[in-house]
């Protein structure tokens, strides 16, 4: 169900809905800055090999191409050759890889990378557990594994009557990832894969009266609706209609967390 784990299957409008959310709440000030707190932590004095693995359409790889030395080498891998397609547009000659992968086996030597980056990836894998294994193979012995992820078994979008609001906030936000509590899992699946977490950060975003980056979000939902397939057009047409409703009367109220994972080899 969960589009983002084979978009080069979706339909030319959910892939054009996909690319446009995804580099919408990459611009937006609020994602830009999470983003920004885990890439200050990366040091910029010496050129690093780094690897924003699940790029998608590259936000992340740009910024990490902005933000490190120079010299560093910056890979955005993915899966979808739809999606790394717009990351090569947009690359105005950063020097970017765009490496397209299988699912599963990553074509990297051994403890090669000095930063590997995850960004909303794991939550869209079906087995994250395999995929972590993977990575601490091609991770560096000193390198330093970021992992940032939605909860988004925790994200609600009010609506006035409560059975309707868990009923859609359930079917949409487990559609939308395979893996709905994967920052629940992070200490598990880390110490299964052999890495230590070092430590973690965690950001609640939530909008009351007016909506702004989950008004953003709903409108990402309803291009992508269709794909979901757990609510019929009209019912997902109706709880659209409701969010934009509440932002225009000020009731808007949307709620969630966002996790950031530091690790590295034990
Ligand atoms: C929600 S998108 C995030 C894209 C990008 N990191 C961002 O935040 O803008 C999830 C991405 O993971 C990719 N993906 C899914 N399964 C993957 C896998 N096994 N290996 C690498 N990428 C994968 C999808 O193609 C998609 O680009």
New binding site residues.
């Given amino acids: 169900m969960d589009p983002?784990?084979n978009?080069d299957s979706q339909t030319d409008r959910t892939q054009q809905a996909m690319i446009t959310r995804?580099e919408e709440r990459?611009q937006h000030a609020f994602f830009q800055k999470m983003i920004d707190d885990y890439i200050d932590s990366i040091p910029s004095d010496q050129p690093l090999r780094a690897l924003?693995?699940?790029?998608?359409?590259g936000?992340?790889a740009r910024r990490l191409a902005n933000a490190l030395h120079s010299d560093s080498e910056i890979h955005g891998?993915?899966?979808?050759d739809v999606?790394l397609a717009k990351g090569r547009r947009q690359d105005l000659a950063q020097g970017i890889h765009w490496d397209h992968?299988q699912?599963?086996a990553l074509p990297y030597e051994e403890r090669s990378f000095d930063v590997i980056v995850m960004?909303?990836?794991l939550s869209?894998?079906p087995n994250p557990l395999s995929?972590l294994q993977e990575t601490a193979r091609v991770l560096a012995p000193t390198g330093q594994l970021i992992v940032f992820d939605a909860d988004h078994a925790g994200t609600t979008y009010g609506q006035e009557s409560y059975e309707a609001m868990r009923r859609v906030d359930h079917l949409l936000t487990s559609a939308v990832a395979t893996h709905p509590d994967l920052c629940r899992q992070m200490p598990r699946y880390l110490k299964a894969a052999g890495l230590s977490l070092n430590s973690h950060r965690s950001v609640i975003l939530s909008e009351c009266g007016r909506g702004d980056y989950w008004l953003s979000s709903v409108r990402g939902f309803a291009g992508i609706l269709p794909a979901l397939n757990v609510l019929s057009e009209e019912e997902g047409q109706q709880w659209v209609d409701a969010m934009h409703a509440s932002h225009d009367n000020d009731t808007f109220f949307a709620s969630g967390a966002f996790f950031t994972f530091y690790a590295s080899h034990s």
């Fill in positions: 983002y784990t978009p995804l990459g924003d693995l699940g790029c998608g359409t936000v992340v891998a993915d899966i979808s999606l992968i699912p599963g960004h909303t990836l869209h894998v995929l």
